[in-house]
């Protein structure tokens, strides 16, 4: 099992749209939670980060966690064409001190 | 506020010679360090990590090595290069249990 597992997309969403991006982790013990967002050629920028189970809202974007479920969620509300990107998940493994991502979303928001 | 420097943006490198890119961190002190690599359309690779000085962990054996020979500076280096260690290489400092703030990332090519 993957550390970190996410859809690879692409996802395609129309603008103004809600975008629903999933992601699952395999350590129980992981505490803290990063949604980053990273266009074509650039670094990661981060967007969200969540410690606690439930929803984190942030602007447009809402960020849920289930510790039981092992499983972080974004949500992207009134998706605009700069939203098109990868999307990456990373999850803080506090038994080693490290931070895996998954593999990405591609989202691409059509006009 | 903090600052992680990284170094060269680009780099073309001929298949057996070496290879030293160099990342330094301003306005914290004992950060994690992380050096990661993105093949093209694919996620974050985590190859070395360290939470102090001289403290090395591995996570993929391959033909690269690192080093953190003072608190806020991070290495990666290799003596003979592979066409394979081609990539977008990330170098990134967190706190512990915080995110990941990444550099701007040096795109390596080995011809």
């Known amino acids: 099992q993957k550390e970190v597992e996410q859809n690879s997309g692409p996802l395609s969403v129309p603008e103004g749209a809600i975008a629903s991006l999933n992601c699952t982790y395999s350590d129980r013990g992981s505490q803290s939670f990063f949604w980053y967002r990273q266009y074509s050629g650039k670094s990661p920028e981060l967007i969200m980060f969540i410690y606690s189970n439930g929803d984190k809202e942030d602007g447009r974007f809402t960020a849920q966690l289930n510790k039981a479920s092992q499983y972080v969620s974004l949500l992207i509300r009134d998706s605009q064409p700069s939203d098109s990107a990868t999307y990456l998940c990373?999850?803080?493994?506090?038994?080693?001190?490290?931070?895996?991502f998954g593999s990405g979303t591609r989202l691409s928001i059509r006009p | 506020s903090q600052t992680i420097h990284q170094w060269p943006a680009t780099l073309v490198q001929p298949v057996g010679s070496p290879l030293s890119l160099e990342c330094t961190v301003e306005?914290?002190?004992?950060?994690?360090l992380y050096w990661y690599r993105q093949a093209a359309g694919r996620g974050l690779q985590l190859l070395f990590y360290s939470v102090g000085i001289g403290q090395i962990s591995s996570e993929v054996p391959q033909n690269l090595s690192a080093s953190r020979p003072q608190d806020r500076q991070f290495i990666l280096s290799s003596k003979k290069l592979l066409l394979s260690d081609s990539g977008f290489y990330l170098c990134?400092?967190?706190?512990?249990?915080?995110?990941?703030?990444f550099g701007q990332g040096t795109r390596l090519t080995v011809v």
């Open positions: 990134a400092w967190s706190g512990d249990g915080t995110e990941a703030f």
């Open positions: 306005g914290t002190s004992n950060p994690n």
């Open positions: 990373a999850v803080y493994y506090s038994s080693a001190s490290k931070i895996i």
